[in-house]
Nanobody
């Protein structure tokens, strides 16, 4: 069974940092792209970033450029998203997702087949 388990969300003040982790089981994450999405109340799930652990990546949110960075730990079969210099508008539920194929990034939620359970990030002023 393909599964993604997220961790690392929480409450942080403006300007703070958090690291979100996305641990995969049942499949080798090296053969997949990982997408990061976020969702706020009343809005749909929106794509932030997608990467394959190598040089291929797509950034979908201009506001997070230079503040959010992704990484992989292949030994742990895990992807991470480092959130720096957080703003109150970054408050959302964050999701990771996996899609087979190393060049298959997409901003469309419907294109992704495997999702994490989501983790809440709350940024206070």
């Amino acid at each position: 069974q393909l599964q993604l388990v997220e961790s690392g969300g929480g409450l942080v003040q403006t300007g703070g940092s958090l690291t979100l982790s996305c641990a995969a089981s049942g499949f080798n994450l090296e053969n997949y792209v990982v997408g990061w999405f976020r969702q706020t109340p009343g809005k749909g799930r929106e794509a932030i970033f997608c990467e394959n652990g190598g040089t291929y990546y797509m950034e979908y949110e201009d506001d997070v450029k230079g503040r959010f960075t992704s990484s992989r730990d292949n030994d742990k079969n895990t992807a991470s998203l480092q959130l720096n210099n957080l703003k109150t508008e970054d408050t959302a539920v964050y999701y990771c997702a996996a899609r087979e194929g190393r060049l298959h990034c997409s901003h469309r939620v419907s294109d992704w087949t495997t999702w994490g359970q989501g983790t809440q990030v709350t940024v206070s002023s």
